[in-house]
């Protein structure tokens, strides 16, 4: 799996018990802008409701060769794809 972000200060600020790998919903122009780096942690957390995975805050930058997409928003609410 390819790893797009890393939070490495959830690392140095808390005692992490478990680790799971999940993949992210995402649309075409949100796949090419996490694929080219444009993805920031900070600030994002996971909450769960009905039985799934959510991660929000979490913002990835309009691809910029997209064309105009005035109602993007790169901190919308996002389903990650998680298996337990």
Known sequence: ?????????????????????????LTGQ???????????LKGSYVTFHNGKAYVLNMHINK???AG?????DPTHTRELLLHI
């Open 30 to 40: 949100e796949v090419k802008s996490a694929k080219a780096g444009q993805i920031a």
């Open 63 to 65: 691809y910029k060769a």
């Open 68 to 72: 105009p997409m005035p109602d993007y």
């Open 1 to 25: 799996m390819l790893d797009l972000a890393e939070n490495k200060k959830a690392l140095f600020d808390y005692d992490i018990l478990e680790k799971y790998e999940a993949g992210l919903a």
